[in-house]
């Protein structure tokens, strides 16, 4: 059997995943987490194969999850179940050791074929997808990328400076820099732009 957790801050989309997954004769759901931090907790306990998570949830993304598990050493495999078809994404997921990139508007059957591949030590990524990934690359710094999403959030240069353990004047370069990087007039466009292209 494959131990499958699934992460998802969504209640419907993470009873539609367990069910479709829970049909499987092969595949067993052992964990269900709301956000990335718990699903990182339930890891250790659980102890799945397969990590399925979103992007975009409170407290840890699917992202920082993944990047977490990568840290540790975990030897479970991570796809990414997302609504963002967006190259940018995915290459971030890779490059923070996903071995999966599927988007919630895929057929159902592809759910279950991406959690064997993964299993199998493969990888399931949507080829147009990743073509593109790797032809639109992220200018931007981990560093660059934390100050510009805070400030689009409308956090001010000192509680950006406080929250990052940074002096202001270190805040502004990051940002300038950004922009800069991103052919922007301000912050908010690059917020904008960096969104955009999934480098937010």
Request: net charge negative; proline share 3%.
């Amino acid at each position: 059997m494959i131990r499958v957790l699934i992460a998802e801050d969504q209640a419907l989309v993470l009873g539609a995943l367990a069910a479709l997954l829970e049909l499987e004769p092969d595949i067993e759901v052992v964990g269900r987490a709301r956000d990335g931090k718990e699903a990182l907790e339930l890891v250790a306990a659980a102890r799945p194969d397969v990590v399925l998570t979103d992007i975009e949830m409170p407290r840890m993304t699917g992202l920082e999850l993944a990047g977490e598990l990568k840290r540790q050493g975990s030897q479970c495999k991570v796809v990414i179940v997302t609504t963002f078809g967006r190259s940018g994404y995915l290459r971030r997921a890779l490059d923070a050791g996903a071995a999966g990139y599927l988007l919630k508007d895929a057929p159902a059957e592809q759910l279950a074929q991406a959690v064997r591949r993964v299993h199998q030590g493969l990888r399931a990524v949507d080829p147009e997808l990743a073509a593109a990934a790797w032809d639109d690359a992220d200018p931007l710094t981990d560093r660059e990328r934390q100050v510009l999403r805070l400030a689009a959030e409308g956090h001010a240069g000192a509680k950006i400076a406080a929250e990052l353990h940074l002096s202001e004047g270190t805040v502004r370069n990051y940002l300038s820099e950004a922009i800069s990087k991103l052919g922007a007039a301000n912050r908010v466009e690059a917020a904008r732009i960096a969104r955009q292209r999934g480098w937010l």
